[in-house]
């Protein structure tokens, strides 16, 4: 089993940047696959960011490419997510996830891993 907890979310203007991390416990953690998705009222679930167990392969988003940046620590058992240049449409709650399978399986879409957090609210006002 993995237990996942994310932090960091918050309220943050337009052009702003946060960052959300992600702290796991239970299974060996440089085994996993690790990632975001996000939720936005009304609409459904959908991939963000994944980083593989050595870190060398990111997958991103289209819409999110180029302003997001996924990064793990085996070290500290962590992932985080920094985002910059934050948009309105970017507000969402946001998920850790976590799963054994390759960065590239989180790519078929509906993909779902098997591992999940509570999730996180992150604000943007525009």
């Known amino acids: 089993q993995v237990q996942l907890v994310e932090s960091g979310g918050g309220l943050v203007q337009a052009g702003g940047s946060l960052r959300v991390s992600c702290a796991a416990t239970?299974?060996?953690?440089?085994?996993?696959?690790l990632g975001w998705f996000r939720q936005a009222p009304g609409k459904e679930r959908e991939f963000v960011a994944v980083?593989?167990?050595?870190?060398?392969?990111?997958y991103y988003k289209d819409s999110v490419k180029g302003r997001f940046t996924i990064s793990r620590d085996n070290a500290k058992n962590t992932v985080e997510l920094q985002m910059n240049s934050l948009l309105p449409d970017d507000t969402a709650v946001y998920y850790c996830?976590?799963?054994?399978?390759?960065?590239?399986?989180?790519?078929?879409?509906?993909?779902?891993?098997?591992?999940w957090g509570q999730g996180t609210q992150v604000t943007v006002s525009s």
């Open positions: 239970g299974r060996t953690f440089s085994s996993l696959t």
């Open positions: 996830a976590a799963d054994a399978r390759t960065a590239t399986m989180w790519r078929i879409p509906r993909y779902s891993p098997a591992y």
């Open positions: 980083i593989s167990s050595a870190g060398a392969v990111r």
